[in-house]
């Protein structure tokens, strides 16, 4: 029988261990994972996970399913808190140590870690935030009052800033760019998402590199390359995510920006697929090769990945119009499609004005739509990502939004739409 | 067939819009309108999308 293996029990590890059994798959189904924990949900840990509750009391822990909802009704053998080492794609063996676990089909989902600073790992108080342990970490010291000093202002340390701030806390966000988020956003944008932060009282200081992060055991300070000093009790590093690459070495594997696959999420290596944020696939929707660190990818791409992987001979090609959200103070941002453009235009909402109402900015490649971005907007978000993928043309783009933003001025006007 | 929604797990983020328009839209509130419920068999697949896509788990078939 077909003994599926799938490495890295996140996101897209689960979403394959269920697509396999839903599609029909009978035979053993090992799930791998590095972290002693079950699968979790990522998102909420620099979101819900670090608010403020009424009683104090830490928010419920964001477990995907039971221990026995796995093992009993998904049959899955779970090898947890232990790290694949190494894979041997002739033999079909993945290597967790001393064990070697044979596959017929491999879904590699070992995801991405976050980066650190090299040199302040060992003072107490600085923290990513990628995994469960580290959020909780960074919830505890919120909750002793740290001063507190991002580094970095994507999205991920411009939401612990925003969720650090409702416990009263100093925040302070360094940013060696002179404008964050430009390769997320482009830069027009990412200065006015930006601007969010001094709207809502959080210190954001841009262009100006950390030169230390100081303390004995503890960190004290972080000094910056101006020479600016900040004390802090708490450290948050948001520079970004390199993937799970490293057990690979040898393999035979290609390696570039992660595993490099085709649109079938196959590696090339016979039995062997990858999904998530380690995967480097061919993106038949937009026509460009992308790794994605994003929750949507993650899900889809791990159930593509399972079903390719047990029925090769009918692999579906997976494609999508890119999504992510970000919630920041009280504010929802979401972006759909690619935000390497010729041209970003902001046609709804003006973001020098004092309150901050809904923004909607498109991205232009050539005639096409290819991006949209929007501020307030979950009504009009999802209108775009079905656009970028019918291929609609920029103009076509254009109308819908003076529609869109003539239709939602009369409602503010209160005049019948 | 019907989709059904548990608006208490839903937080608007409207995946399913953009996979089933027909049966889902986020009004300017940020909440979810379900525009129907009833599904045929051609529209099973794209309602299968979308529950499989909705990042809260909040959205059901029941046959
Ligand atoms: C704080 C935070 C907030 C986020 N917010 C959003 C958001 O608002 N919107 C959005 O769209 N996305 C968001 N994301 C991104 C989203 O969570 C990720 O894209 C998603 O988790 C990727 O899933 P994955 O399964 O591919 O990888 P991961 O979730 O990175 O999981 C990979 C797993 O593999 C394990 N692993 C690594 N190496 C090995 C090995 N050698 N052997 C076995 N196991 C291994 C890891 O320990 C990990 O558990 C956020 C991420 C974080 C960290
Ligand atoms: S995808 Fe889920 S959370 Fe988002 S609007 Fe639809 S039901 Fe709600």
Same mark, same amino acid.
């Given at each position: ?49 670090? $608010? ?9 822990? #964001? ?20 790290? $694949? ?19 017929? $089909? ?11 600073? #090299? ?65 997320? /956003? ?55 995510? /390199? #993937? ?39 993106? #038949? ?10 929750? /949507? ?17 009918? $692999? ?39 309150? /901050? ?61 | ?63």
């Amino acid at each position: 029988m077909t003994h599926l293996v799938v490495v890295g029990a996140s996101l897209a590890g689960l979403r394959a261990v269920e697509a396999a059994r839903k599609a029909g798959h009978d035979g053993p189904i090992t799930l791998i994972g590095a972290e002693e924990h079950l699968p979790y949900d990522r998102p909420p840990l620099s979101k819900e996970f670090l $608010a403020v509750t009424d009683d104090g009391s830490e928010p419920q822990r #964001p477990f995907f399913r039971e221990h026995s909802h796995l093992t009993d009704e998904l049959g899955v053998e779970l090898v947890l808190g232990a790290p $694949a080492t190494g894979l041997d794609p002739l033999a079909r063996v993945v290597h967790v140590g001393d064990r070697a676990i044979s596959y017929d $089909a491999l879904v590699i989902a070992t995801g991405a870690d976050a980066r650190g600073i #090299p040199g302040s790992e060992t003072l107490a108080g600085v923290h990513v935030v990628r995994s469960l342990d580290d959020s909780v970490a960074v919830r505890a010291a919120l909750d002793a009052g740290a001063r507190t000093v991002v580094i970095g202002a994507g999205f991920i340390g411009s939401e612990v800033a925003s969720s650090a701030k409702k416990w009263g806390v100093d925040v302070t966000i360094v940013e060696a760019l002179a404008t964050p988020l430009v390769r997320a /956003t482009g830069s027009e944008m990412g200065h006015a998402i930006a601007s969010l932060h001094a709207r809502n009282g959080t210190t954001l200081l841009c262009g100006n590199g950390v030169a230390a992060i100081e303390g004995t055991t503890a960190v004290e300070r972080v000094v910056l390359d101006d020479g600016t000093v900040l004390p802090a009790d708490l450290v948050i590093v948001g520079i970004g995510v /390199t #993937p799970n690459v490293g057990w690979l070495a040898g393999s035979g594997l290609v390696i570039d920006n992660g595993i490099v696959c085709d649109e079938h999420l196959f590696t090339g290596v016979p039995g062997v697929y990858a999904a998530g944020d380690v995967a480097n696939w061919f993106n #038949p929707a937009l026509g460009r090769r992308q790794r994605m660190e994003n929750w /949507t990818a993650a899900a889809e791409q791990g159930a593509a990945a399972a079903r390719n992987a047990l029925d090769p001979g009918n $692999a579906k090609s997976y494609g999508t119009v890119p999504y992510f959200w970000s919630d920041w103070y009280d504010v929802r941002i979401q972006f759909v499609g690619a935000p390497e453009a010729d041209e970003v235009r902001l046609v709804e909402g003006d973001p020098e004005s004092e309150a /901050t109402g809904r923004w909607v900015a498109l991205y232009r490649e050539g005639d096409r739509l290819i991006g949209a971005l929007t501020v307030n907007g979950q009504s009009e978000i999802m209108k775009y990502r079905v656009m970028i993928a019918r291929g609609v043309t920029w103009d076509e783009a254009l109308e819908h939004a003076v529609r869109r933003a003539d239709l939602h001025a009369a409602k503010l006007a209160g005049a019948p739409a | 067939m019907k989709v059904l929604v548990d608006f208490s797990k839903c937080t608007g983020l409207g995946i399913c819009e953009s996979l089933a328009p027909d049966f889902f839209e986020v009004n300017d509130d940020g909440d979810l309108v379900l525009l129907k419920d009833d599904i045929t068999d051609d529209e099973l697949q794209s309602i299968e999308e979308a529950v499989a896509g909705c990042p809260t788990e909040a959205l059901r078939i029941q046959v």
